[in-house]
């Protein structure tokens, strides 16, 4: 069984807005980027393909290996669509669908098995950090708050075997600067990232 991980990711740029008050534009770009690596990296060995409209980002991608999918529409969830769609007219049968700000990801490709779909949610049991589907069901992507439980429900609709993995690495996402504090991974050893010395 072919799969493939899948991740979205806007602007480097127009990223992490919501740490505007401990981070400059360049400090978020650069964790944007540094934490997008790490996604990357962990994934192997599946192959990695990044979905995004931006340049800057696709000669990232390239950088690191990974393919690059332009998408054309915007949002998360057609994103996440149009890279699925996608990776299944290539012939992958199962897309693990992991976000960017992921503080410490490991173990990608081990929640790639099974037949179903394998939810990872953040800490709080609200988001969707990474969605493992199959590509030949129209799965309805719906990212945002209570996404855990929207996806879990889609699973259910479509009557297909849900597990729900709650991994403390995989589940903390950096969105808020509490999530640079906490954190299990080491942040301050992200591509140098002097800015959060001061976090």
């Keep these: 069984m072919t799969a493939a991980v899948l991740v979205p990711v806007k602007a480097f740029g127009q990223a992490k807005a919501r740490l ?37 980002v696709a000669a990232w991608a390239e950088s690191v290996g990974a ?9 998360l969830d057609a994103a996440v669509r149009h890279g699925t769609t996608t990776l299944a007219a290539r012939g992958v049968h199962r897309v693990v669908v992991a976000h960017a700000d992921l503080a410490e990801p490991r173990g990608l490709a081990r ?30 992507f719906a990212y945002g708050p209570q996404s855990f439980h929207r996806h879990g429900a889609e699973a259910l609709r479509h009557r297909l075997a849900l597990r729900v993995v709650r991994d403390p690495r995989l589940g903390w996402d950096v969105d808020h600067p509490e999530d640079l504090r906490g954190s299990p991974a080491d942040l301050d050893d992200l591509d140098d990232l002097d800015d959060l010395d001061a976090v």
């Excluded at 360049?26 to 990044?50: I, N, Q």
């Excluded at 929640?111 to 129209?138: E, Q, S």
Aim: proline share 9%.
């Design 20 to 56: 505007a008050d401990v981070l400059d534009p360049t400090g978020r770009a650069r964790l944007a980027r540094a934490l997008a690596t790490r996604v990357v990296r962990a994934a192997a060995p599946l192959p990695v393909t990044v979905v995004c409209d931006d340049p800057a």
């Design 111 to 140: 929640l790639a098995g099974g037949t179903g779909v394998t939810i990872v949610p953040d800490r709080h049991d609200d988001g969707t950090n990474v969605l493992v589907v199959p590509t030949g069901v129209d799965f309805t």
């Design 67 to 75: 393919t690059v999918l332009h998408c054309p529409e915007r949002g």
